[in-house]
């Protein structure tokens, strides 16, 4: 009688305790990895989205304007966008004794390629009295009835106007010299200085020969 043999059973070998730690270790590094990419994404975002505001913001451009007139300094000077009519002088050396800044705008805002013009302060006629008329209550700008030639004194024409001091309204009073004209005959004398000889005239522009000739005997210069 043969003896029956007891059935043969292979258990499997249990996992090593180092498997374990190896996957836990590349778990660890696969998480940070993860976290590392997510950072950097937003970081890069972030500094991205910061230059493109800082590209965006324009630099306002510089106006070029010519000052003239009763300033210390005419001429053409760059100011900043937005400046007003009293940095354009300011820069210009500021106005001269006289200067009429009642009539000037200083604080309009300067535009590029203008002009800003300071006008001179009007000069006032000044009348001259006859020390020898009894009868103040007559003509008190007559001169004096000895006097041969009653439309002049010291051989000035009381009627002849002065261009170096003549105003607004004297220059338009002689014939063919409007309001534009007299602009430009004042203008030309605080740019270039007191008129020397009559003939300076012809250098501004629209008064010519015929002009200067029917204006000549009305003005003088002294």
Do not use: C
């Amino acid at each position: 009688m043969q003896t029956q043999q007891k059935p043969h059973y292979t258990t499997a070998p249990p996992h090593s305790k180092l498997d374990v730690r190896v996957i836990a270790v590349w778990v660890s590094v696969a998480i940070a990895a993860v976290f590392a990419l997510t950072g950097a994404y937003f970081w890069g975002a972030s500094n991205a989205s910061v230059t493109e505001v800082e590209i965006l913001i324009p630099t306002p451009a510089p106006v070029i304007v010519q000052v003239t007139g009763e300033v210390n300094a005419p001429g053409v000077y760059e100011l900043n966008a937005q400046d007003r009519v009293l940095t354009a002088i300011e820069v210009a050396g500021g106005v001269t004794e006289y200067a009429d800044i009642e009539g000037t705008n200083l604080a309009a805002v300067v535009k590029d390629g203008t002009r800003v013009f300071v006008p001179r302060i009007p000069s006032t006629p000044v009348s001259i009295f006859s020390n020898q008329t009894s009868n103040t209550s007559a003509d008190a700008t007559s001169v004096s009835p000895s006097t041969s030639n009653p439309t002049s004194v010291n051989g000035v024409n009381l009627n002849q106007i002065d261009l170096n001091t003549a105003t607004i309204e004297q220059l338009t009073s002689l014939p063919e010299i409007g309001q534009t004209r007299a602009n430009q005959i004042i203008a030309y004398r605080s740019a270039v200085g007191r008129f020397s000889t009559l003939e300076q005239l012809l250098e501004i522009n629209g008064i010519g020969e015929k002009t200067l000739e029917a204006i000549r005997p009305l003005i003088v210069i002294q």
